[in-house]
Nanobody, 125 residues
Framework: QVQLVESGGGLVQAGGSLRLSCAAS????????MGWFRQAPGKERDFVAA????????YYADSVKGRFTIFRDDAKNTVYLQMNSLKPEDTAVYYC??????????????????WGQGTQVTVSS
């Protein structure tokens, strides 16, 4: 079992930055691919970014490429999402996920092993 707890969300003006964190506990963190997803009101949950075990591969949704960066610190059992140049359309609840298969599975929206509870990000115009 893996428990995931997100933090770092909040209210920010357009053009600003936020860094989300997802702390994992339970099984060996380094054995999981990690990812971020988001869900805006009235919309389905969408893929944002994923990083493979050991961090060799990263994937991003087209809408965040060049603005968001995913990285992990296995010593701290934490994955991060650095979000720059935020736009109002980035407003959503952001969820962290862990999966024992691959980062590609996250990019392809396959069923995943574990999810966090989410953290709200609101970008004002």
């Amino acid at each position: 079992q893996v428990q995931l707890v997100e933090s770092g969300g909040g209210l920010v003006q357009a053009g600003g930055s936020l860094r989300l964190s997802c702390a994992a506990s339970g099984r060996t963190f380094s054995g999981y691919a990690m990812g971020w997803f988001r869900q805006a009101p009235g919309k389905e949950r969408d893929f944002v970014a994923a990083i493979s075990r050991l961090g060799y591969s990263r994937y991003y949704a087209d809408s965040v490429k060049g603005r968001f960066t995913i990285f992990r610190d296995d010593a701290k059992n934490t994955v991060y999402l650095q979000m720059n140049s935020l736009k109002p359309e980035d407003t959503a609840v952001y969820y962290c996920a862990a999966d024992s298969t691959s980062a590609q599975a996250m990019r392809d929206m396959k069923p995943l092993d574990y999810w966090g509870q989410g953290t709200q990000v609101t970008v004002s115009s």
